[in-house]
């Protein structure tokens, strides 16, 4: 009998793993990840994007040690960004930025800086774009779009997951951020098993941890660079470097799986690291002047 329950015991372990394993488990991502996630990039024709331009709508400052465990009272400050993907004949954008009601709420009563003119153009830049790409369905991500004037014509260019749909719809972050039944279908809905290549060199990660829904933009840009938007699986680079999580409070308050984000962060780690990989984390507002200064990034949005 015992011997049964053991077998059953390894039967159930290993559907976990096999159930697991198309996305980050605890055992992490596969070892051919990234040559996969390569061959993906190429698998659909036409020009590569030429470079990368993003616009920061708003600020959030908060005490480094809300960012990392372990972490000073030092100030941080979290930029509240949307990135421009910049092909020669359109552009994808990877996350929509915010109006300013959902900012306040994540101001938690704190007055912090918002750029009304900034995403005004960020808006314009939606509406020329292509296709919209979201990392996760939080509101500073996704509010531009689900609260957009303009809201209809944008779903039907954005890509959600079925996973970011169904929170979205069942049990947003915040009331404002809901949609409604008839404008979910007008979206573009897709799910897939761990990549999906969605334009010439730029796939699609599934990374769920920081949310259901949430996954990293693999993009190879003409030139041979390379670059990984993990979104919010660390809010610093730092995070990634240091291998070391939000701090717990941070992590149940969001109700973040931290073994799959522990996973997440060892391997970019390592695609950084041993691939030259240019990672790019949603929030970190140092590294990102630091990447503008560097030429890698350029803080301004093309509008047609
Ligand atoms: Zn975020």
């Given at each position: 009998?015992?011997?049964?329950?053991?077998?059953?015991?390894?039967?159930?372990?290993?559907?976990?793993?096999?159930?697991?394993?198309?996305?980050?488990?605890?055992?992490?991502?596969?070892?051919?990840?990234?040559?996969?996630?390569?061959?993906?990039?190429?698998?659909?024709?036409?020009?590569?994007?030429?470079?990368?331009?993003?616009?920061?709508?708003?600020?959030?400052?908060?005490?480094?040690?809300?960012?990392?465990?372990?972490?000073?009272?030092?100030?941080?400050?979290?930029?509240?960004?949307?990135?421009?993907?910049?092909?020669?004949?359109?552009?994808?954008?990877?996350?929509?930025?915010?109006?300013?009601?959902?900012?306040?709420?994540?101001?938690?009563?704190?007055?912090?800086?918002?750029?009304?003119?900034?995403?005004?153009?960020?808006?314009?830049?939606?509406?020329?774009?292509?296709?919209?790409?979201?990392?996760?369905?939080?509101?500073?991500?996704?509010?531009?779009?689900?609260?957009?004037?303009?809201?209809?014509e944008l779903a039907a260019k954005t890509l959600l997951t079925e996973a970011?749909?169904?929170?979205?719809?069942?049990?947003?972050?915040?009331?404002?951020?809901?949609?409604?039944?008839?404008?979910?279908?007008?979206?573009?809905?897709?799910?897939?098993?761990?990549?999906?290549?969605?334009?010439?060199?730029?796939?699609?990660?599934?990374?769920?941890?920081?949310?259901?829904?949430?996954?990293?933009?693999?993009?190879?840009?003409?030139?041979?660079?390379?670059?990984?938007?993990?979104?919010?699986?660390?809010?610093?680079?730092?995070?990634?470097?240091?291998?070391?999580?939000?701090?717990?409070?941070?992590?149940?308050?969001?109700?973040?799986?931290?073994?799959?984000?522990?996973?997440?962060?060892?391997?970019?780690?390592?695609?950084?690291?041993?691939?030259?990989?240019?990672?790019?984390?949603?929030?970190?507002?140092?590294?990102i002047k630091r990447y503008v200064a560097e030429g890698i990034l350029e803080?301004?949005?093309?509008?047609?």
């Open positions: 009998m015992k011997l049964i329950q053991n077998t059953w015991v390894i039967a159930l372990l290993s559907a976990a793993i096999i159930f697991t394993s198309s996305a980050v488990g605890a055992q992490g991502y596969a070892e051919d990840l990234l040559s996969r996630v390569r061959a993906a990039a190429s698998s659909v024709p036409g020009p590569l994007a030429e470079s990368i331009g993003f616009a920061k709508v708003a600020e959030s400052h908060r005490p480094y040690s809300d960012i990392i465990e372990g972490g000073s009272d030092e100030l941080f400050i979290s930029a509240r960004s949307a990135y421009q993907l910049r092909f020669p004949n359109g552009t994808i954008m990877l996350d929509s930025g915010m109006d300013e009601e959902v900012h306040t709420y994540y101001g938690f009563g704190r007055i912090e800086p918002y750029w009304q003119e900034t995403n005004n153009l960020l808006q314009q830049a939606l509406l020329d774009a292509q296709k919209i790409l979201i990392t996760h369905e939080h509101g500073d991500h996704v509010a531009g779009v689900v609260r957009s004037p303009n809201r209809d970011q749909l169904e929170t979205l719809t069942m049990r947003p972050q915040l009331p404002q951020i809901q949609i409604s039944p008839e404008l979910a279908s007008k979206f573009i809905v897709l799910d897939y098993q761990d990549i999906l290549p969605v334009a010439p060199g730029i796939v699609l990660i599934k990374a769920p941890g920081h949310t259901h829904g949430h996954q990293m933009v693999y993009a190879q840009l003409s030139g041979d660079r390379e670059f990984l938007f993990i979104g919010d699986i660390g809010w610093s680079l730092d995070n990634i470097t240091k291998l070391q999580l939000r701090p717990e409070g941070t992590i149940a308050r969001i109700g973040e799986d931290p073994e799959a984000l522990m996973q997440q962060m060892i391997w970019i780690k390592d695609r950084m690291d041993q691939d030259g990989l240019i990672v790019i984390p949603s929030h970190d507002d140092l590294l803080d301004s949005l093309v509008i047609q």
